[in-house]
């Protein structure tokens, strides 16, 4: 198809399950959102628009990180997020081929048309419900998914508590899946993190649940929209805007209606009807020294080490690395955001050096946090968790920009392009 035919803020790009549309920083797949970082989106696009032709890693850069200097690990960073949101990390690539020391070349054939509809129209919901992401994979958890499952049979509103990063959004969203079927109006996602101000919420929700008309009062709209329906709202990162959250969790409560309310924030909204559920980090080893491979892949976090650092960095876990990798996982206080980033950083490192790096430069191991003082609010153990996430947060702002964000601010904190020149 030629691909002037569509002006560029119209084009739809489809290839094999695929439909991008950029103008709306939208990936679908069989038309469920996929979730995906604005970078990847921006580099996926960079590719699709020439598909076939040779895309320098200098082009790719300048689409993502317009006017910015970043490091190429950033790059490689996000680009193995894109491989694994398209499942394209086999050896063979089926979408996005690696010009060794060049750039990238996006080889699968690829549509570009009018905008698809981008929702599945005859499902639950109507064609403008914002719906679930995609399933991913995902270690351990399973103990937390039943009960936010078992918990939002009984009641009304269930927000998931815990840490920047300790992966309240992965279980949430893997939760409203398996409910999804006993809705039938289906499951709405709504992300908070994608604005500041609290008095948009209303507005956020409105366009989420497809709902059109005048914003005067978006929030009565909505509250008897959902009132109408049997539908599953997950309100993902309403730390955010937690005051405008807890007001629309009350007005929900009070709806009575048949529709049910999961938030993931990093406070509890503190509504009377909400039910908390708080995460731990993932489960890691208490000793490190003689740990067998067996025994390591017990342990979730080591799990979520080994699944990353052989996906980014095409490492394989050896009976040798076990007890630096136990060691990187106690240091990191099972979280997973620091874990894959720091798995991430595997591409040109031993897990030995990696170890290393994180007890020199941060003193990771003398300031371990243990899973029963999680989440540690005050004092040393606070600064130290900002501290490290601020580090890897410098990394993965490559991998999901808004973390590093959210930090609070800290003494002497380096900037991106300072860490990842230094470290990366
Ligand atoms: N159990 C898991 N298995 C696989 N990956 C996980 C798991 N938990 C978290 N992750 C990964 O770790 C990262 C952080 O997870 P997630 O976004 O769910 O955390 P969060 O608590 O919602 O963070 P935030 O407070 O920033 O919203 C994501 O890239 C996610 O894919
Ligand atoms: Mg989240």
């Not at 403008?128 to 009960?147: C, F, Q």
């Not at 009304?156 to 815990?162: C, E, P, S, Y």
């Not at 979280?335 to 170890?355: K, S, Y």
């Amino acid at each position: 198809m030629d691909p002037t035919a569509h002006p560029p803020v119209d084009r739809t790009f489809s290839f094999g399950p695929f439909n991008l549309v950029p103008a709306r920083q939208l990936l679908l797949r069989d038309g469920t959102p996929v979730r995906l970082g604005s970078r990847a989106l921006s580099i996926l696009t960079a590719l699709v628009e020439r598909p076939g032709e040779l895309v320098s890693r200098d082009e790719l850069m300048a689409a993502a990180w317009p006017k910015l200097f970043v490091h190429e690990s950033n790059l490689k960073v996000n680009m193995a997020n894109l491989r694994r949101s398209l499942g394209d990390t086999q050896r063979e690539p089926t979408y996005v081929a690696t010009v060794i020391g060049r750039g990238y070349r996006f080889v699968a054939p690829v549509e570009i048309g009018a905008p698809a509809n981008s929702q599945k129209s005859a499902e639950p919901g109507g064609a403008n419900l914002s719906r679930l992401p995609a399933p991913r994979e995902i270690v351990g958890r399973d103990e937390e998914i039943a009960r936010i499952v078992a918990e939002l049979r009984k009641r009304q509103h269930v927000t998931v508590v815990g840490a920047g990063g300790i992966g309240k959004t992965t279980v949430a969203i893997a939760a409203a899946q398996a409910l999804e079927a006993e809705y039938p109006d289906g499951a709405c996602f709504v992300d908070l993190s994608t604005f500041d101000d609290p008095t948009l919420l209303p507005s956020a929700l409105a366009a989420a649940l497809g709902i059109r008309g005048s914003a005067d009062d978006m929030l009565t709209a909505v509250i008897d929209h959902l009132g109408q329906r049997q539908m599953l709202v997950l309100l993902d990162n309403c730390e955010h805007v937690l005051p405008a959250a807890a007001i629309f969790a009350r007005r929900f409560a009070a709806s009575v209606g048949r529709s049910r309310l999961l938030a993931t924030s990093r406070q509890p909204l503190g509504t009377f009807a909400e039910r908390i559920i708080r995460m731990d980090p993932l489960k890691v080893p208490d000793a490190v020294d003689g740990l067998t491979i067996e025994e390591a892949m017990r342990f979730p976090a080591m799990g979520l080490f080994a699944r990353r650092a052989a996906e980014w960095a095409g490492y394989e876990l050896v009976q040798s690395d076990c007890a630096a990798v136990a060691q990187i996982c106690r240091s990191l206080d099972g979280i997973p955001l620091a874990i894959e980033l720091a798995a991430a950083n595997m591409v040109d490192r031993t897990a030995a050096q990696l170890g290393a790096m994180l007890d020199q430069h941060l003193g990771f191991q003398n300031r371990l946090v243990t899973r029963h003082s999680w989440p540690p609010s005050t004092g040393v153990t606070s600064c130290c968790r900002r501290t490290k996430l601020s580090f890897f947060a410098s990394f993965r702002c490559s991998h999901r920009g808004s973390i590093r964000s959210k930090l609070p601010p800290l003494p002497n904190q380096l900037t991106l392009v300072q860490w990842t020149s230094r470290y990366a």
